[in-house]
Each structure stands twice: as structure tokens, then as C-alpha cells.
């Protein structure tokens, strides 16, 4: 069936540090990609999307490639910041089932000033 | 409202007894999901809602779980004869349709199993 594996964390960086969160996806059809982040008491939130292979989702400065040769959908920032401290989670909609969104185990970031 | 409202916000059983959480989502919205989210671990998918297509139960880890949706609006989802492991946040969440568009999830229901 469908999935999607991240890193695990929880990730540790330094303020102005760039970060890579690796996401890879086993799929059916050709599925819609997402990262979805979770702040400190707060819900789920979209953080970007792509929805077909080479395009690039962006949102508050994180970028992610839907990358369709390595079923690949890393998440990236040039420099974080505290701010950015949160669990980020992968998720993929198969195209070929009935469209439910399937999440990843979630990556805790944690970034120090 | 202007979010996804659920409730209890928490709620406490006993081993053994049955329990419903209720899930208000946005206005129109055609899609609600449950997960359930366990300490430590990531999102679990238990039901899909689109529309006046059947759900999608794949997700629901035992027949003690159920959820319905009444009028295409509110949600409830039973877990009957609960058991410890059962112990975690449920999550509901909607959007407009299917094929890209964003989920809104709601806050969640903290449930403990005694």
C-alpha cells in the first residue's frame, strides 16, 4: 500500500543553519505531495505542496522538489530559525485510491539560538 | 464556525467502556478525515469522508471502531469497549474536495484509557 518514510528525529541545529528534512514515498499513480507542520500547541498546518513530478512547493522560506526518479519529497531551508521549531510531517494523495492523505511519522525540529 | 471544532477536548474512560468523539467541520467542506496520533508516533489514517461516496474505513484498526457522518456535516467516531492502547489524540480534519487542496485540521480530542 501507499506510504511515506521520513528521517527520524528529533533534529537539533543552530539558528542560520540549513536544514534538510529527507521524505520518500511508495506509491500507486502519480500521488500529490505535502508537508504539513505541527508548531508547539498548536494543530496541523499546510506548509507547501506539489502536486506533479519536477515542481517545487515553497512557503516561509522551506522548499520541497517532488523528485518522481528517487519517489523523493525533501523538505529544505536555507536558515532556520527558532521559530521554525516544530514536528513537520510528509504526506502523499495516491491518485488511484479513493484520495485519502497519508502522513509520514512526523520529524521533530528543534533549533537553538 | 471558522475552523474544525471537535470535542471533548479531553476525555478520561474506564477500561471497557465506550466512547464518542465529535468532529464540527468547516462549513461546505465535501472531505473529512480521522487520525489518530499516539505519543511518539506519527498520524494514523482511520477513516475518509468525500462527499455521498462511501467512506473509506481501511484505516480502522479493529471492529470496535466506527464513525458516521450524518447530513454530509458533523462526525462521530465510537470506539467501543475501549482498551489502554486505544490511549491517544484523535484528530479530525476537512477540506473542500479531493486532488490537492489543503486539509484544516481541528485541535483533537485527548483520550486516556484507564
Known amino acids: 500500500g501507499d506510504s511515506v518514510t521520513q528521517m527520524e528525529g528529533p533534529v537539533t541545529l543552530s539558528e542560520e543553519a540549513f536544514l534538510t528534512i529527507n521524505c520518500t514515498y511508495t506509491a500507486t499513480g502519480y500521488p500529490s505531495l505535502f508537508w504539513y507542520v505541527q508548531y508547539p500547541g498548536e494543530g496541523l498546518q499546510l506548509l507547501l505542496k506539489?502536486?506533479?513530478?519536477?515542481d517545487k512547493g515553497s512557503n516561509k522560506g522551506f522548499e520541497a522538489t517532488y523528485r518522481k526518479e528517487t519517489t523523493s519529497f525533501h523538505l529544505e531551508k536555507g536558515s532556520v530559525q527558532v521559530s521554525d521549531s516544530a514536528v513537520y510531517f510528509c504526506?502523499?494523495?495516491?491518485?488511484?485510491?479513493?484520495?485519502?492523505?497519508?502522513f509520514g511519522q512526523g520529524t521533530t525540529l528543534q533549533v537553538k539560538p | 464556525g471558522a475552523g474544525v471544532s471537535q470535542s471533548p477536548s479531553n476525555k478520561v474512560t474506564e477500561k471497557g467502556k465506550d466512547v464518542e468523539l465529535r468532529c464540527d467541520p468547516i462549513s461546505g467542506h465535501t472531505a473529512l478525515y480521522w487520525y489518530r496520533q499516539s505519543l511518539g508516533q506519527g498520524l494514523e489514517f482511520l477513516i475518509y469522508f468525500q462527499g455521498n461516496s462511501a467512506p473509506d474505513k481501511s484505516g480502522l484498526p479493529s471492529d470496535r471502531f466506527s464513525a458516521e457522518r450524518t447530513g454530509g456535516s458533523v462526525s462521530t467516531l465510537t470506539i467501543q469497549r475501549t482498551q489502554q492502547e486505544d490511549s491517544a489524540v484523535y484528530l479530525c480534519?476537512?477540506?473542500?474536495?479531493?486532488?490537492?487542496?489543503?486539509?484544516?485540521f481541528g485541535s483533537g480530542t485527548q483520550l486516556s484509557v484507564l
Open positions: 480534519a476537512s477540506s473542500q474536495g479531493q486532488g490537492g487542496e489543503k486539509l484544516f
Open positions: 506539489a502536486t506533479k513530478a519536477d
Open positions: 504526506a502523499l494523495r495516491s491518485s488511484s485510491n479513493t484520495g485519502k492523505l497519508i
